[in-house]
């Protein structure tokens, strides 16, 4: 079975960066440790440093996205929106059709440091 992708684009006010950065931060950390999580990316538009794009990777769109959505760590990005919210979101549910199975050699080569 393919990978289920989620993939968020997220604007926030310059003034509610940095609490973004550390509650994404949580949620992606505690992520990446779920045991049906594959993979959480954050990643920052270079021409807009308030617009986010969360690229979450799931092993299907049941059991694993119901965990993630139950655990703690995605608590902290919804006490986010709660206290802050967004200028605006996107949400793109994907189905992974050619995906890479493994950790990337950049990744590889940094757990052996």
């Given amino acids: 079975m ?7 684009t997220v604007e926030v006010k310059p003034e509610h960066t940095a609490a973004l950065l550390e509650a994404i931060g949580t949620n992606a950390r505690g992520t990446r440790a779920e045991a049906e999580g594959v993979r959480f990316d954050v990643l920052r538009d270079r021409a807009n440093p308030n617009t986010f794009v969360f690229y979450e990777v799931y092993e299907n769109d049941g059991s694993a996205v119901a965990a993630h959505r139950a655990s703690a760590h995605y608590q902290a990005w919804v006490q986010f929106k ?7 979101q996107e949400v793109c549910k994907l189905d992974a059709v050619d995906w890479t199975s493994v950790p990337s050699p950049i990744i590889l080569h940094r757990s052996k440091l």
């Fill in 2 to 8: 393919a990978p289920y992708v989620i993939l968020v």
């Fill in 82 to 88: 709660k206290k802050y919210g967004v200028v605006r």
